[in-house]
């Protein structure tokens, strides 16, 4: 478990971090979404409006279920989702799919009547309850209805005039319809006092989910990463290299009892190892931010080097002219390089890049390689791994 315990350090270092405020973590118990359109309400839950985004990445709350979930399993999130989940009204209109609502009500209704509640989860409460918002993204000319009052599955008008979200939806591959109850719902709401109206950059709504999160773990056990006894997890994260990706590092769902040949009695892998729920969270999530920061991409295969203590470090995978941050400024101003120096400048901007990061770089300073592939769409392998200290990598 060396890598989780690494990349578990490295959130817990570099999250408090004042050089990554521009780029933070994400917070445990959230994910990241596509979204297509954004619903406006009051602080009372009254409908003012909503507009179409183009697949606007978001963060949201999510339960360790509904991170991860997949196929037609009905798991919602707690507090934005797709229309399946979050209209009342979906079957009303001849929607495809099985409706998630009352789900979503119950999980949203939960949060929203405990200790850790939050007002602007309470006024989407109040207006998903009301069982219009189908109904209203019709009035808004966003969501389109045929003549017997059913979700269009397709656009019957002339491609030039494709509304937004029809562009966006992605067709079934056999049928080649589209269900508009994959439309991805966000919300803004405005209440009294409120800093931000957006529910996806309100900090007090995030901390609010995830006391209510961490409220709702009831087994523990031994956290084989941090030796405590904590909640543990039984759902790891996906979507790592990608919003797309659907390949785990640790999974152990055949519910048939293939994978594990009588070892255990279920199919959780807390029998096998466990870890904790924030664990993984931290775990997970700092890979996705350090791939997405510095990782070397090539194809399915992810190649990822850092600094656990968060301090800079050159990429391997960067050609070496990427180190000599002088010889950038000498390009832009238009000035050449004589080389017919037997590449004698050229080493002695080497030596000189490479001396910069030696003084940042402590020879106890623990650097991590790590390589990541996948030969199927749900399994995921650490095909490198390999820690050094500073003075090592370098070399």
Known sequence: MSWMQRLYETYELCAASEQFSTEPLMPISHTKQQIHVEITLSGDGEFKGAKVLQKEETLIPATEGSAGRSGRKIDPHPLCDKIQYCAKDYPKFGGKKKSGYAEFETLLGSWSDSDFRHPKAKAVLKYVKNGTLVQDLI?????????SGDLLTSWPGEKNDTPAVFKMLTAHPKTKKKDQGDVFIRWNVWHEGAQVSGVWEDESLQKSWVAFDASQKSEKGLCFVTGN?????????????????????????????FTFRGR???????????????????????????????????????????????????????????LFEDNSNEMERGESIDIGDAGQSFAFKLKKALAGYRVNLNVTDDIVVMGLDSATPGRMAITYYREMNGSEFLD
């Open 139 to 147: 009035n808004e000319k966003i969501l389109f209805v045929d003549e």
């Open 229 to 257: 006894e904590v909640p543990l997890s039984g759902n790891h994260p996906r979507r790592i290299r990608n919003p797309g990706d659907g390949a785990k590092l640790i999974s152990s769902n055949d519910s048939s009892g």
């Open 264 to 322: 255990f009695t279920d199919e959780s892998a807390i029998q096998a190892c466990g870890v904790g729920f924030e664990t993984t969270q931290k775990a997970h999530n700092a890979l996705r931010w350090l791939i997405n920061r510095q990782g070397y991409r090539n194809s399915d295969q992810v190649i990822v080097n850092w600094s656990v203590g968060g301090k800079s470090v050159p990429d391997p995978f960067q050609s070496t002219q990427f």
